[in-house]
């Protein structure tokens, strides 16, 4: 069996995978904001799975990481620095453990139920901020694994800004007073799908990806905003620049946990034999 964690700013997921990628067993609990406290949370919660023996895990963690120490950074919703999660998590779990950016691990799930059809996919995931990941043939690309697309600085009815701070699910319930799920005016989408295209147009530029994904809790409900979203790239299209394909993903509430599947899978799979 293979472990899976996501930690979120506000709640923590635990999914047990068999061996052909199948979750026979999840629970979630609150995310402490203190580490400490996560890390007796975790193992209480630990405690109530009914298959506690793995193979390997992975914990998938929203920002900043030291992928060779095991170490966590720094993250973007939580006030945790320098902390040694995965010596932490493998004393809890007694299991090896991989690390990696929630993000990317939305993206290398994503990218992989695609590969037959695209090789190079951006995946863009529009939550509370917003994520980016290229996964380059079934595997997260280690030129671009640190990659933060929503932190790019972009001109917004003129003023410099972070692009999530207007154009991610957060910025959206601000200006709006709803969130995604609630709005159903195309007119607002219109306007939302300029803000998205501002960042998207730059991605693509400098990346030119065979395909976009877009996830997260935003990126759910593409079918209100994708026609619009697609139109407003094709504005900035040039023939040096073409606009790729824009895809809804698949599991757009899911994706993290099964690139969590995945990556352990591929990092260890070949060195254990899954239950």
């Known amino acids: 069996m293979w472990l899976a964690v996501d930690i979120g700013g506000t709640k923590t997921l635990l999914a047990v995978f068999d061996k052909k990628g199948i979750v026979v067993e999840e629970l979630k609990f609150p995310t402490p904001q203190d580490y400490d406290e996560f890390l007796e949370m975790f193992e209480r919660q630990y405690e109530l799975l009914k298959t506690r023996h793995f193979q390997a895990g992975c914990v998938a963690v929203p920002g900043r990481l030291d992928r060779d120490l095991g170490k966590l950074v720094s993250l973007g919703n939580l006030p945790w620095e320098n902390e040694w999660i995965v010596r932490d998590l493998e004393r809890i ?10 993000a990317k691990l939305a993206g290398l799930s994503e ?3 695609v590969i037959k059809k695209f090789k190079r996919t951006l995946y863009v995931t529009i939550s509370t901020g917003i994520g980016t990941s290229l996964i380059t043939n079934g595997v997260i690309d280690h030129g671009m694994q640190d990659m933060e697309g929503g932190q790019m600085m972009l001109v917004h009815r003129g003023k410099v800004k972070k692009w999530e701070s207007f154009a991610s699910g957060k910025a959206i319930s601000k200006k709006y007073g709803m969130r995604a799920s609630d709005i159903n005016d195309p007119e607002i989408w219109k306007d939302i799908s300029r ?18 994904i877009i996830g997260g809790g935003v990126g759910s409900h593409f079918k209100k905003y994708g026609d619009m979203l697609i139109a407003e790239l094709k504005k900035y299209e040039t023939p040096i620049v073409p606009i790729p394909p824009i895809l809804p993903a698949k599991r757009p509430e899911e994706a993290v946990v099964y690139g969590c599947f995945e990556l352990v899978k591929a990092t260890y799979g070949h060195t254990v034999k899954a239950a």
């Open 93 to 102: 779990t007694n299991c090896p453990i991989v690390i990696e950016n929630d």
């Open 111 to 113: 990218a992989i139920l």
């Open 195 to 212: 803000d998205f295209a501002i960042g998207f147009i730059d991605l693509i530029a400098v990346i030119q990806p065979d395909a976009i």
